[in-house]
């Protein structure tokens, strides 16, 4: 039987405020070539620097990723020309990658299975090439991004475990605080190789690259080894080549056939000197590595939040780091986390907003959740409030003054506004009392019109069925 | 006629408001005016005018005032810089290298950029897209190279100082042929920011002036940590003149028996004694030693210097700034047709070469066999300095020869690095001081070679052979200084 075998190779792109190897901002969205200084355009007599923030999130990521980290690297140049590409050669790291043999576990129907990482290395990006009417525009914004490359071994066997570890991938590298891994916008980029075998033997591989979005990544493996085994299973032979996604196909896609022997003629890189790390600065950086999703689910485990809020909580980023600022019991915590799943993602959502630029804060939800758990406000009220705080920021308190939903829990207040209700629908009232459920329901509904649906339901009935058993 | 004076005298007359830096400019320019020697490239069209702006200016500096010539591969903000490559025939650059930064901060005038091999690949300054340089003391020889116009322009006495490039004897090889100073200083020493690449882990600037002194003074200006380069040295800056006059007895000197071999001219060898006799007389420890592995430094320098330059020069594709081909289809024929109508014979030659040994299995047989090697190289010069102060050899196999050589052998712009490139692969600085001269007149070298950062041992003892000797090195034979 044929078994698949896939490895995956992940560019990053960093958001570190400067290039990697030179002091250019690194802002990719500015304005055309706006970020460039001498550095990136290759300027003669120019030289290399080295941003020490990118070593560092190399080593965040070895951490993270469980990686042996070089305590001496040096960066090698990998020499080829392309127009993208300013000093006809680019700073990589062939032989010394910061990071070597690691994993990240996923878990497969049920099951835990550690992804191994090859390597993972930094290096440079090229510029921007931008194909249009006949002719070539080149953005150098994006020469000297820092990138950092994830190579794993090929241990992948099915296009639902590349799509789980990149996921997984996705999501740790998100927490790290490290890129904003927006595979849709380029700063997560994807390639899989991919090829088939009946025996210990790797079969001839193909590498699929451009895949635009993490569901495109099991549909474009899919595509590939059902390719391959229609041209196996016909007696046929893959040709070792590279291949890419298209989207509107929704297929593979011939790009090139591997020339034999790519020479990139790399050597080291004689303008940077060797680069050392030692045990304390690793120690410290990860003393201060960030809360990983993987520890997130104990936590929110043990807090008692079901499963569906636990991973919606940790698919959105912003709610899940709002969530963690909160000083709340563990109660109140579920309470919070079924707004922020539910109204408050739904907002967001609808305005195409992240939580950090709204202005809801933290300790004014905070009280939102002390008052809807003590039954102050009821559930529809509360979805009002946060509506307006996400807007406006307003105190609680204000805006239920502002509204007039205070009192609402005084028993009395409520049953002169059931009495009101029940005198003017006398006939539902016998309705009632002769068995008719159906006339219950009316009633609420014209006590909830009547109060805006302000009031908590369960109140409402508990005091309504009192009145009406007088 | 006040350039003729040493540094000291012209400082002198400068703070006594006796003449002025525009006085040492219109003589200069003057200079260069009446040679035909091809030294210079480009003439800084502003150096008067800067020269006017500092007339009134207090001297602060020993160095202030003084006009001073560039090799041509060092950047200098809006002033042509070639490499006396038509690559770069169009290129005004829009920063000063590190170097040039400090020679203004001291108020130095730049007098402009002098001829060279081209991309400093050569040894003779016939590589030059501008036509060689001569040598100051017979028209007929070269002046050596690369850093031909900087040597020629010092030797002539056209301007005091210069500045020199040294990868593999740039600088050393036409002080020496042409009877000046040349220092190529410890690799690390002095930023290269600036500098435009030719081997990167072997490239460093120097400075190339008429006698030791003058060429401490310059050291000391250029020495230092760079931020915008990361291979200079932290090491702390001397006062490299401060050894000079001190008593040299103590210093032990290591002859390597290579450096006095058949393959050196006898003239050359029989001058070097001469030298080494008199460090004997005073009382100098001389030993002739053997440094095992310096007969690999041509195959070995081969290797990792073009293996380097041939991605250092990647950049030049026509795309960004230099020369662009006006005859291309798509963008193969665009980087082909401007690298093939850009760069000369010799930069093709030893990009090609270097793209060889970097290829595929190649890397592995050369290029990285190579970088073991120049380890092992390195730790035999290192064993040597455990035991001496300093090596002294000829700079040179010979005196300067006649121009049109190299053209029937290409190989022999190499073997002039016999003696040179060893310390460049080791990182060691190294100073060319002359020594006198052969039955032509033509002047001899001799390389005074020291352990790391010790430029001012290099200087002390230089400067004690120098005031022994008491040579006359003005080519037409003008005042000594």
Redesign the interface.
Known sequence: MLTPTIGIEVHIELKSKAKVFSTGRNDFQSLPNTNVN?LD??????????NKEIINMGIKTCLALNCNISKTMYFD?K?Y?Y?DL????QITQKNTPIGTNGYLEIEVDGKNKKVEIEELHIEEDTCKSIHKDKK?YLNYNRAGVPLIEIVTKPCIHSSKEAKLYVEKLRETLLYLGISDVKIEEGSMRCDANVSLSDNDTLGTKTEIKNIGSISHVAIAIEKEIKRQEEILNSGGKIVEETRRFDDKKMDTVRMRIKET?N?Y????E????YVTVSEKEILEIKNNLPILPDELRVKFQNIGLNENNIKTIIANIDICHFFLKLKLDNNLLITACNLLTGDVLAYLNKNNLTLDKTKIEVSNFEKLVKLLVNKEISNRQAKEIITIMLDTGDDVKKIIKDKGFSNVTDDKVIKEIINKILNENQESVNDYKNGKDRALKYLMGQIMKETKGSLDPSLVQKLLLESLSL | MNLNKSIKEINELLKKKVIKPSDLVKEALENIKKNNLNAFITINENALEEAYQLDDKPVDNILFGIPIAIKDN??TKDIK?S?ASLM?DN?I???D?TVIKKIKEKNMIIIGKTNMDEFAMGSSGETSYYKPTLNPWNENKVPGGSSSGSACCVSSRMVPLALGSDTGGSIRQPASFCGVVGLKPTYGRIS??????F???LDVIGPITRNVYENALLLNILAGHD?????SSFEDVLDYTSLIGKDVKNLKIAVPNYYMSEVIDEGVRNKVKEVLDILKKEGLQVDYIDIPYLEYSIPLYQVIAL??C??N?????G????HQTSNYTD?TSL?KRSRQEGFGDEVKRRIMIG?YV???KN?DIY?HKA?CLRKQLTNSFEDVFKKYDLIIGPTNTNVAYDFNKISSDVLKSFYDDLLTNPVNLAGLPSLSLPIGFNVEKLPIGMQIIGNYYKEDVIYQLASFIEDKLKLNLDPKGGIKC
């Open positions: 001498i355009l290759a300027y003669p007599g120019v030289l290399p620097k080295l140049r020499n020309f127009p300013p000093k006809g050669y070539t022997g020479d003629r790399y050597f080291p004689p303008d940077l000197p | 060092i950047v810089t490499c770069l290129f650059p829009i920063y290298a290269r920011y600036g500098l435009i690449a081997a990167s882990s931020d915008n380069d990361y291979t293996g380097e041939s991605s020069l990647a950049r030049f594709d795309i960004k700034y230099g963008i980087y793209s970097l290829s595929g890397a290029y970088l």
